[in-house]
T-cell receptor, first 116, second 108 residues
Framework: SAVISQKPSRDICQRGTSLTIQCQVDSQVTMMFWYRQQPGQSLTLIAT?????????ESGFVIDKFPISRPNLTFSTLTVSNMSPEDSSIYLC?????????????FGPGTRLTVL | QKEVEQNSGPLSVPEGAIASLNCTYSDRGSQSFFWYRQYSGKSPELIMF????GDKEDGRFTAQLNKASQYVSLLIRDSQPSDSATYLC????????FGAGTRLTVKP
């Protein structure tokens, strides 16, 4: 089965700085998504990463705060900008379209972010 | 109204019993439904998906879907302590929307 990796796996950052999270899939996928999971909560969709164009953001999330790139069918980045303690969360990359299966989504291992 | 609702639990069952997890959804356009298991500190792991009304069985797991009632359930037979986790229900209508999850504890 395909492998989804994320880097870094965890980080501790200072308020006001930015962190870029990378998601790499070892085979092509049709769709890539970024989710946030705050402590004890369920998953919240941040945005859909679109190849070669601007990401589609969910209500409450904006490009200036969470810029996303997707240069090809196997790679995406999420940047958390100008961080505050409220951004402390697990950030998860998710993909759809592995092995031609269109609906099923799989998740990367996540990036645990702590903002001091 | 939340799009996907689950009883947050915790749900506690003895080892060997059947665990029943329930989920309702509000978007009638949802076409496919998924159950994920998430251990503490880990990312969600796909257990099952179901598209059609009725039951779908996979080993000890059975997913049930009733589109008229907008209801999805997951039954875990012969529950094991290793099944202790949070179970997330998700519905897809273009985007995948998650419920808050039900925390299951299987006691030896």
């Amino acid at each position: 089965s395909a492998v989804i990796s994320q880097k870094p796996s965890r980080d501790i950052c200072q308020r006001g700085t930015s962190l870029t999270i990378q998601c790499q899939v070892d085979s092509q996928v049709t769709m890539m998504f970024w989710y946030r999971q705050q402590p004890g909560q369920s998953l919240t969709l941040i945005a859909t990463a679109n190849q070669g164009s601007e990401a589609t953001y969910e209500s409450g999330f904006v490009i200036d705060k969470f810029p996303i790139s997707r240069p090809n069918l196997t790679f995406s980045t999420l940047t958390v900008s100008n961080m505050s303690p409220e951004d402390s969360s697990i950030y998860l990359c998710s993909v759809r379209g592995l092995a031609g299966i269109t609906d099923t989504q799989y998740f990367g291992p996540g990036t645990r972010l702590t903002v001091l | 109204q939340k799009e996907v609702e689950q009883n947050s639990g915790p749900l506690s069952v003895p080892e060997g019993a059947i665990a029943s997890l329930n989920c309702t959804y509000s978007d009638r356009g949802s076409q496919s439904f998924f159950w994920y298991r998430q251990y503490s500190g880990k990312s969600p792991e796909l257990i099952m998906f179901i598209y059609s009304n009725g039951d779908k069985e996979d080993g000890r797991f059975t997913a049930q879907l009733n589109k008229a009632s907008q209801y999805v359930s997951l039954l875990i037979r012969d529950s094991q302590p290793s099944d202790s986790a949070t179970y997330l229900c998700a519905a897809v209508n273009n985007d995948m929307r998650f419920g808050a999850g039900t925390r299951l504890t299987v006691k030896p």
